[in-house]
Protein backbone atom coordinates (compact mmCIF):
# COMPACT_ATOMS: atom_id res chain seq x y z
CA UNK A 1 0.00 0.00 0.00
CA UNK A 2 3.00 2.68 0.67
CA UNK A 3 4.16 2.04 -2.36
CA UNK A 4 1.49 2.27 -4.12
CA UNK A 5 0.53 5.58 -2.49
CA UNK A 6 4.30 6.82 -3.69
CA UNK A 7 3.50 6.47 -7.04
CA UNK A 8 0.04 8.94 -6.53
CA UNK A 9 0.06 12.52 -7.90
CA UNK A 10 1.64 15.08 -5.39
CA UNK A 11 -0.85 17.03 -3.81
CA UNK A 12 -3.40 14.67 -3.44
CA UNK A 13 -5.75 14.26 -0.68
CA UNK A 14 -5.81 11.55 0.74
CA UNK A 15 -7.57 12.06 4.09
CA UNK A 16 -9.78 14.66 5.17
CA UNK A 17 -10.74 15.17 9.51
CA UNK A 18 -11.15 17.64 12.20
CA UNK A 19 -8.13 19.00 11.77
CA UNK A 20 -8.33 19.56 7.80
CA UNK A 21 -6.82 17.56 4.88
CA UNK A 22 -4.11 15.49 4.23
CA UNK A 23 -2.41 14.85 0.77
CA UNK A 24 -0.60 11.24 0.31
CA UNK A 25 2.95 12.92 0.67
CA UNK A 26 1.66 13.95 4.01
CA UNK A 27 0.79 10.50 4.84
CA UNK A 28 4.00 8.70 3.65
CA UNK A 29 5.94 11.31 5.90
CA UNK A 30 4.19 10.85 9.02
CA UNK A 31 4.12 7.16 9.03
CA UNK A 32 7.55 7.45 8.00
CA UNK A 33 8.78 9.24 10.95
CA UNK A 34 6.08 7.39 13.08
CA UNK A 35 7.90 4.23 11.67
CA UNK A 36 11.36 6.02 13.23
CA UNK A 37 10.93 6.58 16.46
CA UNK A 38 8.86 2.94 17.11
CA UNK A 39 12.22 1.49 15.62
CA UNK A 40 14.06 3.54 18.16
CA UNK A 41 17.58 3.02 16.62
CA UNK A 42 16.77 -0.98 15.53
CA UNK A 43 16.32 -2.68 11.89
CA UNK A 44 13.07 -3.88 12.45
CA UNK A 45 10.01 -4.89 15.05
CA UNK A 46 10.07 -8.20 13.69
CA UNK A 47 6.50 -8.41 13.90
CA UNK A 48 6.28 -6.75 17.44
CA UNK A 49 2.59 -6.44 18.09
CA UNK A 50 1.89 -2.37 18.63
CA UNK A 51 -1.48 -1.74 19.76
CA UNK A 52 -3.12 1.72 19.44
CA UNK A 53 -5.59 3.59 20.65
CA UNK A 54 -6.70 6.31 18.47
CA UNK A 55 -9.78 8.07 17.37
CA UNK A 56 -10.93 7.49 13.18
CA UNK A 57 -8.85 10.86 11.88
CA UNK A 58 -5.24 11.07 9.38
CA UNK A 59 -3.48 10.18 12.52
CA UNK A 60 -4.69 7.41 13.01
CA UNK A 61 -3.90 6.22 9.46
CA UNK A 62 -0.24 7.27 9.80
CA UNK A 63 0.17 5.11 13.04
CA UNK A 64 -1.35 2.35 11.09
CA UNK A 65 0.88 2.74 7.91
CA UNK A 66 3.91 3.96 10.90
CA UNK A 67 3.56 0.37 12.67
CA UNK A 68 3.70 -1.24 9.42
CA UNK A 69 6.78 0.35 7.70
CA UNK A 70 8.85 -0.41 10.92
CA UNK A 71 8.03 -3.62 10.57
CA UNK A 72 5.08 -4.48 13.13
CA UNK A 73 1.80 -6.03 13.93
CA UNK A 74 -1.05 -3.51 13.77
CA UNK A 75 -3.40 -3.92 17.02
CA UNK A 76 -5.80 -1.59 16.68
CA UNK A 77 -7.94 -1.18 19.95
CA UNK A 78 -11.61 -0.34 20.04
CA UNK A 79 -12.78 3.23 21.38
CA UNK A 80 -14.86 2.54 24.39
CA UNK A 81 -13.57 -0.57 25.19
CA UNK A 82 -14.00 -1.13 29.62
CA UNK A 83 -10.92 -1.43 31.17
CA UNK A 84 -10.96 -5.19 31.90
CA UNK A 85 -11.08 -5.71 27.88
CA UNK A 86 -8.04 -3.79 26.98
CA UNK A 87 -5.92 -5.49 29.56
CA UNK A 88 -7.41 -8.84 27.88
CA UNK A 89 -6.14 -7.44 24.37
CA UNK A 90 -2.95 -6.06 25.98
CA UNK A 91 -1.74 -9.36 27.70
CA UNK A 92 -2.96 -11.92 25.34
CA UNK A 93 -1.23 -9.72 21.97
CA UNK A 94 1.82 -9.81 24.17
CA UNK A 95 2.15 -5.88 23.19
CA UNK A 96 5.50 -4.09 23.36
CA UNK A 97 4.25 -0.88 22.48
CA UNK A 98 1.03 1.17 23.23
CA UNK A 99 0.51 4.22 21.20
CA UNK A 100 -3.23 6.84 22.69
CA UNK A 101 -3.83 10.29 21.59
CA UNK A 102 -2.23 13.30 23.09
CA UNK A 103 -4.26 14.97 25.16
CA UNK A 104 -6.34 12.49 26.38
CA UNK A 105 -7.15 10.78 29.52
CA UNK A 106 -6.16 7.09 27.95
CA UNK A 107 -6.98 4.49 29.72
CA UNK A 108 -4.88 2.69 27.40
CA UNK A 109 -1.99 4.35 28.29
CA UNK A 110 -2.20 4.06 32.19
CA UNK A 111 -2.61 0.19 31.24
CA UNK A 112 0.68 0.29 29.67
CA UNK A 113 2.27 1.77 32.71
CA UNK A 114 0.90 -0.69 34.83
CA UNK A 115 2.32 -3.54 32.72
CA UNK A 116 5.35 -1.75 32.47
CA UNK A 117 4.73 -1.61 28.33
CA UNK A 118 6.84 1.24 26.40
CA UNK A 119 4.02 4.01 25.52
CA UNK A 120 3.75 7.18 23.53
CA UNK A 121 1.41 9.65 22.38
CA UNK A 122 0.35 10.22 18.75
CA UNK A 123 2.68 13.91 19.24
CA UNK A 124 5.38 12.28 20.59
CA UNK A 125 5.83 9.70 17.52
CA UNK A 126 5.79 12.66 14.99
CA UNK A 127 9.06 13.63 16.95
CA UNK A 128 11.07 11.06 16.12
CA UNK A 129 14.13 11.50 13.64
CA UNK A 130 14.18 9.52 10.45
CA UNK A 131 16.18 6.43 9.74
CA UNK A 132 16.12 3.71 7.31
CA UNK A 133 13.19 1.40 7.50
CA UNK A 134 13.22 -2.24 6.48
CA UNK A 135 11.96 -4.50 3.66
CA UNK A 136 9.03 -5.98 5.10
CA UNK A 137 8.13 -8.72 3.01
CA UNK A 138 4.35 -9.75 1.78
CA UNK A 139 4.29 -12.72 3.59
CA UNK A 140 4.67 -11.33 7.19
CA UNK A 141 1.89 -10.71 9.18
CA UNK A 142 0.98 -7.35 9.48
CA UNK A 143 -2.36 -7.32 11.56
CA UNK A 144 -4.58 -8.06 14.38
CA UNK A 145 -8.02 -7.97 15.22
CA UNK A 146 -9.82 -9.56 18.13
CA UNK A 147 -12.80 -11.55 17.71
CA UNK A 148 -15.32 -12.98 19.02
CA UNK A 149 -15.69 -16.82 18.66
CA UNK A 150 -16.65 -20.16 20.37
CA UNK A 151 -14.65 -19.60 23.37
CA UNK A 152 -15.53 -17.45 26.15
CA UNK A 153 -12.32 -14.94 25.25
CA UNK A 154 -11.93 -13.21 22.11
CA UNK A 155 -9.00 -14.46 19.32
CA UNK A 156 -6.77 -12.51 17.80
CA UNK A 157 -7.01 -12.75 14.14
CA UNK A 158 -3.68 -12.75 12.56
CA UNK A 159 -3.70 -11.03 8.65
CA UNK A 160 -0.31 -11.05 6.48
CA UNK A 161 0.27 -8.15 4.33
CA UNK A 162 -0.28 -10.11 1.45
CA UNK A 163 -3.57 -11.05 2.65
CA UNK A 164 -4.76 -7.57 3.26
CA UNK A 165 -3.35 -6.79 -0.32
CA UNK A 166 -5.69 -9.65 -1.61
CA UNK A 167 -8.60 -8.18 0.29
CA UNK A 168 -8.36 -5.11 -0.95
CA UNK A 169 -7.56 -5.53 -4.62
CA UNK A 170 -10.73 -7.98 -4.34
CA UNK A 171 -13.24 -4.94 -3.82
CA UNK A 172 -11.08 -2.38 -5.80
CA UNK A 173 -11.81 -4.57 -8.44
CA UNK A 174 -15.42 -5.50 -7.68
CA UNK A 175 -16.87 -2.19 -6.78
CA UNK A 176 -14.54 -0.30 -9.41
CA UNK A 177 -12.52 1.93 -7.47
CA UNK A 178 -11.01 4.99 -8.66
CA UNK A 179 -8.84 7.99 -7.54
CA UNK A 180 -11.85 10.11 -8.32
CA UNK A 181 -13.95 8.60 -5.50
CA UNK A 182 -14.71 9.93 -1.79
CA UNK A 183 -16.02 7.99 0.92
CA UNK A 184 -17.03 8.45 4.28
CA UNK A 185 -15.71 6.47 7.34
CA UNK A 186 -18.35 6.23 10.23
CA UNK A 187 -17.86 3.09 11.09
CA UNK A 188 -15.44 1.85 14.31
CA UNK A 189 -11.67 1.33 13.22
CA UNK A 190 -11.04 -1.92 15.38
CA UNK A 191 -13.59 -4.25 12.23
CA UNK A 192 -12.56 -5.15 9.04
CA UNK A 193 -15.30 -3.58 7.14
CA UNK A 194 -14.15 0.43 8.44
CA UNK A 195 -10.41 -0.88 8.02
CA UNK A 196 -10.27 -2.59 5.01
CA UNK A 197 -13.66 -1.69 3.52
CA UNK A 198 -13.68 1.66 3.97
CA UNK A 199 -10.38 3.75 4.68
CA UNK A 200 -7.82 0.59 2.82
CA UNK A 201 -9.47 0.38 -0.21
CA UNK A 202 -9.66 4.27 -0.59
CA UNK A 203 -5.65 5.06 0.25
CA UNK A 204 -4.95 1.80 -2.47
CA UNK A 205 -6.99 3.21 -4.97
CA UNK A 206 -6.08 7.04 -4.70
CA UNK A 207 -9.16 8.56 -3.40
CA UNK A 208 -9.87 10.54 -0.48
CA UNK A 209 -11.81 9.78 2.84
CA UNK A 210 -13.35 11.81 5.14
CA UNK A 211 -13.03 10.18 8.54
CA UNK A 212 -15.63 11.71 11.03
CA UNK A 213 -15.18 10.50 14.95
CA UNK A 214 -18.04 8.66 15.69
CA UNK A 215 -21.34 8.31 13.64
CA UNK A 216 -23.26 11.46 13.07
CA UNK A 217 -26.76 11.26 11.37
CA UNK A 218 -26.87 15.05 10.53
CA UNK A 219 -23.59 15.29 9.30
CA UNK A 220 -23.48 12.05 6.79
CA UNK A 221 -26.34 14.34 5.28
CA UNK A 222 -24.44 17.15 5.54
CA UNK A 223 -21.69 15.35 3.64
CA UNK A 224 -24.48 13.89 0.77
CA UNK A 225 -26.28 17.30 0.38
CA UNK A 226 -22.41 18.82 -0.38
CA UNK A 227 -22.51 16.41 -3.58
CA UNK A 228 -18.88 15.46 -2.34
CA UNK A 229 -19.59 11.79 -1.70
CA UNK A 230 -19.12 8.94 -4.52
CA UNK A 231 -19.26 6.01 -2.02
CA UNK A 232 -20.66 5.28 1.23
CA UNK A 233 -20.61 2.23 3.33
CA UNK A 234 -22.16 1.22 6.78
CA UNK A 235 -24.02 -1.43 8.93
CA UNK A 236 -28.03 -1.63 8.64
CA UNK A 237 -28.58 0.36 12.12
CA UNK A 238 -26.96 3.06 10.61
CA UNK A 239 -29.42 3.02 7.70
CA UNK A 240 -32.03 2.84 10.19
CA UNK A 241 -30.28 6.37 11.87
CA UNK A 242 -30.28 8.07 8.60
CA UNK A 243 -34.05 7.28 7.56
CA UNK A 244 -35.10 8.47 11.09
CA UNK A 245 -32.86 11.56 10.45
CA UNK A 246 -34.69 12.12 7.15
CA UNK A 247 -38.19 11.83 8.20
CA UNK A 248 -37.78 13.90 10.87
CA UNK A 249 -36.65 16.94 8.53
CA UNK A 250 -38.51 19.54 7.25
CA UNK A 251 -39.94 18.79 3.67
CA UNK A 252 -37.34 20.89 1.99
CA UNK A 253 -34.36 19.68 3.44
CA UNK A 254 -35.53 16.49 2.63
CA UNK A 255 -36.03 16.56 -1.23
CA UNK A 256 -32.50 18.92 -1.42
CA UNK A 257 -30.80 15.37 0.38
CA UNK A 258 -32.92 12.85 -1.65
CA UNK A 259 -31.73 14.92 -4.97
CA UNK A 260 -28.04 14.99 -3.72
CA UNK A 261 -27.92 10.88 -3.16
CA UNK A 262 -27.47 10.60 -7.31
CA UNK A 263 -24.34 12.07 -7.18
CA UNK A 264 -23.26 9.08 -5.13
CA UNK A 265 -22.36 5.86 -7.46
CA UNK A 266 -22.90 3.01 -4.33
CA UNK A 267 -24.20 2.30 -1.18
CA UNK A 268 -23.28 -0.60 0.75
CA UNK A 269 -24.46 -2.62 3.80
CA UNK A 270 -22.61 -5.05 5.61
CA UNK A 271 -21.76 -6.57 9.15
CA UNK A 272 -25.72 -7.61 9.64
CA UNK A 273 -28.58 -8.70 7.92
CA UNK A 274 -30.38 -6.04 6.28
CA UNK A 275 -34.29 -6.09 6.72
CA UNK A 276 -35.92 -6.20 3.56
CA UNK A 277 -38.15 -3.31 4.38
CA UNK A 278 -34.84 -1.06 5.56
CA UNK A 279 -33.60 -1.76 1.60
CA UNK A 280 -36.79 -0.84 0.41
CA UNK A 281 -37.11 2.55 2.62
CA UNK A 282 -33.64 3.41 1.49
CA UNK A 283 -34.54 3.27 -1.91
CA UNK A 284 -37.37 5.34 -1.39
CA UNK A 285 -35.53 7.76 0.02
CA UNK A 286 -32.23 7.84 -2.03
CA UNK A 287 -33.06 6.02 -5.56
CA UNK A 288 -30.79 3.41 -4.46
CA UNK A 289 -30.75 -0.10 -4.15
CA UNK A 290 -28.51 -1.34 -1.17
CA UNK A 291 -25.26 -3.63 -2.00
CA UNK A 292 -25.46 -6.10 -0.10
CA UNK A 293 -22.37 -8.11 0.82
CA UNK A 294 -21.16 -10.86 3.51
CA UNK A 295 -17.13 -11.12 4.63
CA UNK A 296 -16.30 -11.74 8.02
CA UNK A 297 -12.52 -11.15 9.91
CA UNK A 298 -10.79 -13.77 9.13
CA UNK A 299 -11.23 -13.71 5.42
CA UNK A 300 -11.91 -9.97 4.41
CA UNK A 301 -14.91 -9.89 2.48
CA UNK A 302 -16.20 -13.19 0.02
CA UNK A 303 -19.69 -12.36 -1.47
CA UNK A 304 -21.30 -9.36 -2.78
CA UNK A 305 -24.33 -8.48 -5.02
CA UNK A 306 -22.72 -6.90 -8.43
CA UNK A 307 -22.57 -3.29 -8.91
CA UNK A 308 -24.12 -3.72 -12.25
CA UNK A 309 -26.64 -5.53 -12.79
CA UNK A 310 -29.96 -6.89 -10.24
CA UNK A 311 -29.53 -6.65 -6.42
CA UNK A 312 -31.59 -9.18 -5.30
CA UNK A 313 -33.47 -8.26 -1.42
CA UNK A 314 -31.86 -10.82 1.10
CA UNK A 315 -29.35 -12.25 -0.57
CA UNK A 316 -25.65 -11.43 -0.36
CA UNK A 317 -24.73 -12.04 -4.01
CA UNK A 318 -21.37 -14.44 -5.60
CA UNK A 319 -17.82 -14.96 -4.75
CA UNK A 320 -16.47 -11.58 -5.35
CA UNK A 321 -12.89 -11.76 -7.71
CA UNK A 322 -9.73 -14.26 -6.06
CA UNK A 323 -11.72 -16.00 -3.43
CA UNK A 324 -13.42 -19.66 -3.84
CA UNK A 325 -16.99 -20.59 -1.64
CA UNK A 326 -18.20 -23.37 -0.97
CA UNK A 327 -21.81 -25.19 0.63
CA UNK A 328 -20.23 -28.40 2.65
CA UNK A 329 -22.37 -30.56 4.97
CA UNK A 330 -21.18 -32.12 7.81
CA UNK A 331 -18.93 -34.11 6.23
CA UNK A 332 -17.53 -31.14 4.33
CA UNK A 333 -18.68 -32.36 1.09
CA UNK A 334 -20.54 -29.67 -1.77
CA UNK A 335 -23.88 -29.37 -1.66
CA UNK A 336 -25.85 -28.52 -4.21
CA UNK A 337 -27.56 -25.39 -5.33
CA UNK A 338 -31.07 -25.22 -3.62
CA UNK A 339 -29.76 -27.27 -0.66
CA UNK A 340 -28.38 -25.36 2.64
CA UNK A 341 -24.53 -25.65 4.08
CA UNK A 342 -21.96 -24.12 5.56
CA UNK A 343 -20.14 -21.81 3.56
CA UNK A 344 -16.32 -22.50 3.20
CA UNK A 345 -13.93 -20.15 1.80
CA UNK A 346 -10.42 -20.70 0.44
CA UNK A 347 -8.37 -18.05 -1.19
CA UNK A 348 -5.31 -15.48 -0.59
CA UNK A 349 -8.04 -13.62 1.33
CA UNK A 350 -7.85 -15.88 4.28
CA UNK A 351 -6.55 -15.03 7.67
CA UNK A 352 -3.04 -16.79 9.28
CA UNK A 353 -3.85 -17.46 12.28
CA UNK A 354 -5.73 -17.00 15.62
CA UNK A 355 -2.95 -15.62 17.82
CA UNK A 356 -1.65 -18.30 20.19
CA UNK A 357 -4.17 -20.85 19.31
CA UNK A 358 -3.13 -23.69 17.09
CA UNK A 359 -5.58 -26.12 17.76
CA UNK A 360 -8.39 -23.50 17.43
CA UNK A 361 -6.66 -22.39 14.26
CA UNK A 362 -6.28 -26.23 12.81
CA UNK A 363 -10.30 -26.84 13.57
CA UNK A 364 -11.51 -23.60 11.83
CA UNK A 365 -10.49 -25.41 8.45
CA UNK A 366 -11.40 -28.38 6.62
CA UNK A 367 -9.75 -29.94 3.45
CA UNK A 368 -7.46 -26.38 2.80
CA UNK A 369 -11.19 -25.01 3.43
CA UNK A 370 -11.87 -22.30 6.26
CA UNK A 371 -15.34 -22.37 7.87
CA UNK A 372 -16.67 -19.72 8.51
CA UNK A 373 -19.80 -20.80 10.90
CA UNK A 374 -22.57 -19.52 8.99
CA UNK A 375 -25.29 -21.32 6.72
CA UNK A 376 -26.57 -20.26 3.51
CA UNK A 377 -27.98 -21.64 0.62
CA UNK A 378 -27.33 -20.73 -3.15
CA UNK A 379 -30.45 -19.43 -5.37
CA UNK A 380 -30.40 -19.08 -9.26
CA UNK A 381 -26.30 -18.04 -8.52
CA UNK A 382 -27.29 -15.77 -4.78
CA UNK A 383 -26.19 -16.76 -1.74
CA UNK A 384 -28.54 -16.08 0.71
CA UNK A 385 -27.84 -16.66 4.68
CA UNK A 386 -30.19 -18.70 6.82
CA UNK A 387 -28.29 -18.38 9.88
CA UNK A 388 -25.10 -19.14 12.13
CA UNK A 389 -24.41 -22.71 12.98
CA UNK A 390 -22.65 -21.58 15.98
CA UNK A 391 -26.39 -20.32 18.51
CA UNK A 392 -23.51 -18.87 20.92
CA UNK A 393 -22.63 -15.64 18.54
CA UNK A 394 -24.38 -13.08 18.61
CA UNK A 395 -24.80 -9.87 15.83
CA UNK A 396 -26.08 -6.63 17.02
CA UNK A 397 -25.34 -2.91 15.67
CA UNK A 398 -22.69 -4.27 13.01
CA UNK A 399 -21.31 -6.08 16.12
CA UNK A 400 -20.07 -9.76 16.29
CA UNK A 401 -20.33 -11.06 20.42
CA UNK A 402 -19.78 -14.16 21.97
CA UNK A 403 -22.41 -15.10 24.76
CA UNK A 404 -20.39 -17.16 26.15
CA UNK A 405 -17.93 -14.22 26.68
CA UNK A 406 -20.66 -12.27 28.26
CA UNK A 407 -22.31 -14.72 30.10
CA UNK A 408 -18.70 -15.35 31.86
CA UNK A 409 -18.81 -11.93 32.68
CA UNK A 410 -22.27 -11.76 34.22
CA UNK A 411 -21.64 -14.71 36.10
CA UNK A 412 -19.63 -13.07 38.46
CA UNK A 413 -22.51 -10.75 39.43
CA UNK A 414 -23.27 -11.19 43.20
CA UNK A 415 -26.71 -11.71 42.70
CA UNK A 416 -26.64 -14.04 39.73
CA UNK A 417 -26.31 -18.25 40.15
CA UNK A 418 -26.62 -18.95 36.06
CA UNK A 419 -27.38 -17.21 32.59
CA UNK A 420 -27.73 -17.58 29.04
CA UNK A 421 -27.12 -14.94 27.30
CA UNK A 422 -29.11 -14.94 23.54
CA UNK A 423 -29.69 -13.20 20.84
CA UNK A 424 -33.24 -11.80 20.05
CA UNK A 425 -34.31 -10.81 16.86
CA UNK A 426 -34.69 -6.90 16.59
CA UNK A 427 -35.36 -4.80 13.57
CA UNK A 428 -33.25 -2.40 14.18
CA UNK A 429 -30.33 -4.01 15.67
CA UNK A 430 -30.25 -7.27 13.62
CA UNK A 431 -30.40 -8.70 17.18
CA UNK A 432 -31.02 -7.71 20.82
CA UNK A 433 -28.26 -9.16 23.77
CA UNK A 434 -30.84 -10.73 25.83
CA UNK A 435 -30.03 -12.06 29.54
CA UNK A 436 -31.77 -14.90 31.11
CA UNK A 437 -30.74 -15.10 35.22
CA UNK A 438 -31.37 -17.50 37.83
CA UNK A 439 -30.93 -15.29 40.81
CA UNK A 440 -29.67 -16.26 44.32
CA UNK A 441 -32.35 -16.66 47.14
CA UNK A 442 -33.65 -13.52 48.12
CA UNK A 443 -32.13 -11.34 45.76
CA UNK A 444 -33.71 -9.47 42.80
CA UNK A 445 -31.94 -7.32 39.98
CA UNK A 446 -33.30 -4.86 37.38
CA UNK A 447 -32.43 -4.26 34.12
CA UNK A 448 -31.11 -1.02 34.52
CA UNK A 449 -28.81 -1.77 37.50
CA UNK A 450 -27.34 -4.82 35.74
CA UNK A 451 -26.30 -2.58 32.82
CA UNK A 452 -25.15 -0.24 34.93
CA UNK A 453 -22.75 -2.51 36.76
CA UNK A 454 -21.93 -4.27 33.45
CA UNK A 455 -20.52 -0.82 32.21
CA UNK A 456 -17.43 -1.30 33.96
CA UNK A 457 -16.46 -4.57 32.43
CA UNK A 458 -17.66 -5.02 28.94
CA UNK A 459 -18.08 -1.95 26.03
CA UNK A 460 -21.80 -0.81 25.72
CA UNK A 461 -22.58 -2.58 22.92
CA UNK A 462 -22.41 -5.85 24.60
CA UNK A 463 -24.85 -4.85 27.58
CA UNK A 464 -27.86 -7.17 27.82
CA UNK A 465 -30.97 -5.05 26.54
CA UNK A 466 -33.77 -7.86 27.54
CA UNK A 467 -33.68 -9.51 31.21
CA UNK A 468 -35.61 -12.59 32.04
CA UNK A 469 -35.39 -13.85 35.67
CA UNK A 470 -36.38 -17.48 35.59
CA UNK A 471 -36.50 -20.34 38.20
CA UNK A 472 -34.21 -22.44 36.25
CA UNK A 473 -33.30 -22.86 32.29
CA UNK A 474 -34.12 -25.57 30.50
CA UNK A 475 -31.73 -27.72 30.29
CA UNK A 476 -30.59 -30.78 27.99
CA UNK A 477 -30.30 -34.72 29.60
CA UNK A 478 -26.38 -34.24 29.39
CA UNK A 479 -27.16 -30.90 31.73
CA UNK A 480 -26.57 -28.29 28.61
CA UNK A 481 -28.57 -24.95 28.59
CA UNK A 482 -31.01 -25.06 25.44
CA UNK A 483 -30.31 -21.72 23.74
CA UNK A 484 -32.99 -22.28 21.24
CA UNK A 485 -35.62 -22.77 24.14
CA UNK A 486 -34.53 -19.62 26.16
CA UNK A 487 -34.81 -17.55 22.87
CA UNK A 488 -38.30 -18.50 22.85
CA UNK A 489 -39.03 -17.75 26.35
CA UNK A 490 -38.08 -14.37 25.51
CA UNK A 491 -40.01 -14.48 22.20
CA UNK A 492 -43.03 -15.65 24.03
CA UNK A 493 -42.45 -13.30 27.21
CA UNK A 494 -41.35 -10.24 25.72
CA UNK A 495 -38.28 -10.07 28.24
CA UNK A 496 -38.19 -6.96 30.39
CA UNK A 497 -37.04 -3.60 28.73
Known amino acids: MVRRAS??????????????????????????????????????????????????????????????????????????????????????????????????????????????????????????????????????????????????????????????????TSLVEAWEWTSTDTIVLCLPLHHVHGIINVVSCALWAGATCIMLPRFDALAIWQLIAEGSLTLFMAVPTIYMRLIAAWEAAPPAQRAAWTAACSHVRLMVSGSAALPVSTLERWREITGHTLLERYGMTEIGMALSNPLHGERVPGTVGRPLPGVSVQLADEDGQPVPDGTSGEIEVRGETVFQEYWRRPQATAEAFRNGWFRTGDTAVVQRGMYRILGRTNIDILKTGGHKLSALEIEEILRTHPSITECAVVGVPDPEWGERVAAALVLRDGHALALADLRTWCRELMAAYKLPSRLLIAETLPRNAMGKVMKPAVTALFVAEGGNQ
Not at 80 to 104: H, K, M, N, P, Q
Not at 118 to 133: I, N
Not at 150 to 167: D, E, L, M, R, Y
Open 7 to 168: DIPHGSIALRDQAGAFTYDELLSASATIASFLLSGSDDLAEQRIAFLVTPSANWAAVQWGIWRAGGVAVPLPIGAARAELEYFLDDAEVSIVIFEAGADSLANEIAIDRGIRSASCDDLLAGTLQDLPAVTPNRRAMMLYTSGTTSKPKGVVTTHAAITAQI
